[in-house]
Structure formats: structure tokens, C-alpha cells
């Protein structure tokens, strides 16, 4: 089977009901990125980043894939399929993905602040200030925060120079590292592009943009790969 990498980022959620914050005039659900997700948000204010993912929580067990996720389900019947997605939302193993990788971490996750690599599974919405973990520091959510290493992005460039095609999803391609990901694609494999808004990268020859959506881009994405739906 052919290997199917996916680059998913928050427009590929859009659907679903969860905001950009790029769409949103650069705020994050009425947030400055620098107030909620920087490691000195969570020194100044963690009260204000607890709430701020709590209220991710609540939003996210609210609502459901859309046919964007489930397109990439059931892609796997034709491709050995491997997402590797910005999101922090868990719509795409809610949908069924098998291969996930989440290169800003998880919102039903949380870490110590002591030892990152001490991670304990949210149950519901709530991260409480005394939440603690096994060394009785306290817990924070499990997100990547901007100045934060991406510690997923060597397996993430191992996966994508394997890649036979390359899709990119729902993503402005301007959140570094993740960004760079596409310059690791082997020469001469296809990379397609669906987003709404071209993404402002210089465009390579092995590269095709679908301008649309995410559920509709899937759709054509399938046509080109010459795969028809049996949902
Ligand atoms: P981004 O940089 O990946 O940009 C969003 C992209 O989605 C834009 O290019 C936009 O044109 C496109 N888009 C908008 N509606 C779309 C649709 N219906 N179908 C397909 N594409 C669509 O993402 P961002 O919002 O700038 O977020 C960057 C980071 O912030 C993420 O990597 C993540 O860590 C965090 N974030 C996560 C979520 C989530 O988990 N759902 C939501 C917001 C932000």
C-alpha cells in the first residue's frame, strides 16, 4: 500500500464548529495567543490558561467530525494512511484515524510541571489549580505552547519523507516548525493543498493546490486519486 501522509491544521475543524484563530483576526476564542498559550501566560496568569483550556475541553466534547475526518477514515482503505495534525482537538481519532500524531500536543492531556514526560489523561473538561501529579507538582494542559520545543517533530519528518503523496489540510502553513514539514517530502512525490485561502508559501512543481474547504477539498482530493466514495 501506498503511504498517505496528512498535515492537518485547525482549518480541517472549522467545519466542526472550532474556530482558527487566524480567521479570527489573529485572537484565539476572543484570546491573545501571548495571554493563554506561551509558557508566560501560565507564570503570570494560570488561572486565566486553566479556563482557557477548560473551556477548549468543554467546546471540543461538544461537537463532532465532520466529513473532512471522515474522508481521511476512509482513505485508509486505499492507503496506509498516517495524520500527522497541528490540532489539539481529538476529532480526528473521534472520526476513527487509526495513525494519529498530535505535533501541539493533546487538550485530554495534561503534564506535570515538574517532568513534562509524566502526561495523564483528562477524563472530562476540568484541569483545577491542586491538581497534581505523581511528584505533587502541578498538572498543566499538554499543549505545545508558542516558544515551547515540538517534541514530535523528528518522528514527524521520519514519517513525512516516506510520504508517496503528501496532503496538507485546514492549515496556513505560517506555525513553525510544523510549516517546515513540507520541504521534507521527497522529490518528485505529489503534495496537495486544499484550504480555502492559498497558503503564502512560493509553490513547487509537485505541488497542487484544491482551493475549497476542507469537506469538499476531500471530495476532490478522492477524485484525483481516482478513489470513489462507498459511504
Ligand atoms: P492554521 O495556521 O493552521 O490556519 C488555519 C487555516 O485553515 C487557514 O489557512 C484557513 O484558510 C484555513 N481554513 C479556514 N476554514 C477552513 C475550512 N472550512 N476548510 C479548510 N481550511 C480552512 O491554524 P491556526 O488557526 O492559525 O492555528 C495554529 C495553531 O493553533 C494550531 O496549529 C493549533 O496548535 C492551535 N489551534 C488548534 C485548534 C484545534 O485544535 N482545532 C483550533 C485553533 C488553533
Known amino acids: 500500500m ?56 468543554k467546546q471540543a466534547l461538544s461537537v463532532e467530525p465532520n466529513a473532512a475526518h471522515y474522508s481521511l477514515v476512509e482513505l485508509e482503505k486505499h492507503f496506509d494512511v498516517q495524520i500527522i495534525t497541528q490540532n489539539v482537538d481529538n476529532l480526528h481519532e473521534k472520526a476513527g484515524s487509526k495513525n494519529v500524531i498530535h505535533l501541539h500536543g493533546e487538550l485530554f492531556k495534561s503534564q ?17 489549580k491542586g491538581d497534581l501529579c505523581e511528584l505533587g507538582s502541578q498538572l ?19 514519517i513525512t519523507e516516506e510520504a508517496d ?17 513540507v520541504h ?3 522529490a518528485g512525490k505529489p503534495v496537495y493543498i486544499i484550504d480555502p485561502a492559498k497558503p503564502d508559501i512560493t509553490f513547487k ?5 484544491i482551493q475549497d474547504k476542507a469537506s469538499t ?6 477524485n484525483e486519486l481516482r478513489i470513489t466514495s462507498d459511504v
Open 2 to 57: 501506498k503511504k498517505l501522509v496528512v498535515l492537518s491544521g485547525a482549518g480541517i475543524s472549522a467545519e466542526s464548529g472550532i474556530n482558527t484563530f487566524r480567521d479570527s483576526g489573529g485572537l484565539w476564542e476572543n484570546h491573545r495567543i501571548e495571554d493563554v498559550a506561551t509558557p508566560e501566560a501560565w507564570q503570570k496568569n494560570p488561572d486565566l490558561v486553566l479556563d482557557f483550556y477548560n473551556e477548549r475541553r
Open 165 to 181: 503523496i503528501f496532503v496538507v489540510i485546514g492549515t496556513s502553513l505560517a506555525v513553525y516548525p510544523a510549516a517546515g514539514l
Open 205 to 209: 512543481k509537485n505541488m497542487i493546490f
Open 217 to 222: 477539498g476531500m471530495e476532490k482530493l478522492k
Open 140 to 158: 498543566r494542559p499538554h499543549i505545545v505552547w508558542f516558544g515551547e520545543a515540538v517534541p514530535m517533530m523528528d518522528i514527524a519528518i521520519d
Open 112 to 128: 506535570s510541571t515538574e517532568n513534562p514526560e509524566l502526561v495523564y489523561d483528562i477524563a472530562s473538561w476540568e484541569l483545577k
Open 184 to 186: 521534507y517530502v521527497s
